[in-house]
């Protein structure tokens, strides 16, 4: 189910509208400029930053914008020093929460993420009080008319994949985190397209949330993580079915 959930984020995020283009092209640059600073700004040799061009093309990101962002990373431009940071929390019902922001002020970032949790009625925790609950890992999530799982299990194992799993929604590739470019590599080799790549954190056990009041909670309180400018992405451990995550979202 929480892979269930993960498919179901990535087509909301699929659907986003102009009003929010702007917050999903910062947080690419961002992504651009810290892989060109850690890989630097030539893809072939950095599947990471590979990844987040192909991501710009999808959002139609302008050439210049990702230029501009290579160049900061690479030094080539004058920019601010961003750092990551990972943030812990609890929401409502104890639903476990992992922030991971990008920031060039964690002052700032910690405040808005606190405030946050505290508007929705959950609270920061100490760094590891959460991370248990999650693998951290490499995820690939691919549509099945993509590939057929017999192949995609050869070429996802042979590159050091750790498993590769098959929903109704279509297939999951899991890898540990220093194996991820090498399986980014794997893919677009054999001209496989994902739906989402990333290094993400996969819940290892998940907490059922049935009452759709609650529901609506979680997904204000997910809403509001993900609109603060230095939040990157939002990782949680709720459950809920198809008629509960409808009418959250409502």
């Known amino acids: 189910m929480a892979g269930h959930n993960k498919w179901s984020k990535v087509k909301r995020a699929k659907a986003v509208t102009d009003s929010r283009r ?12 810290l892989a060109a600073k850690a890989g630097g700004g030539d893809p ?14 999808e959002a139609n990101m302008p050439a210049d914008n990702v230029d501009r962002a290579i160049k900061k990373g690479t030094g080539e431009l004058p920019g601010v020093v961003f750092e990551e940071i990972t943030y812990e929390g609890y929401g409502p019902g104890g639903v476990a929460f992992v922030v991971k922001v990008t920031t060039d002020n ?13 508007k929705f009625g959950g609270n920061l925790a100490q760094s590891g009080a959460v991370a248990f609950q999650f693998l951290h890992a490499g995820q ?17 194992l042979e590159a050091g994949a750790d498993d ?16 991820f470019d090498k399986v980014t ?4 080799d054999a001209g496989i397209k994902t739906e989402s790549a990333e290094i ?3 819940p290892t056990s998940t907490i059922p949330v049935t009452d759709i009041a609650a529901a609506k909670t979680l997904v204000k309180l997910h ?4 609109e603060l400018d230095d939040v990157q992405a939002v990782f949680s451990n709720e459950e809920m079915d198809d008629a509960v995550s409808a009418a959250a979202h409502e």
């Open 22 to 33: 702007g917050k999903v092209f910062s947080r690419l640059s961002r992504d651009i400029t």
């Open 44 to 57: 072939d040799g950095n599947a990471r930053l590979r990844t987040l061009l192909f991501k710009a093309r």
């Open 106 to 118: 964690k002052t700032r970032s910690a405040q808005e993420v606190r405030s946050a949790f505290s």
């Open 140 to 156: 690939f999530l691919i549509a099945k008319d993509q590939t057929t799982e017999d192949k995609l299990m050869e070429i996802a």
């Open 164 to 179: 590769v799993l098959t929903s109704d929604e279509g297939f999951e590739v899991r890898c540990d985190i220093h194996q």
């Open 185 to 188: 590599h794997a893919l677009e």
């Open 200 to 202: 993400s954190y996969i």
């Open 223 to 226: 809403d509001l993580l993900e």
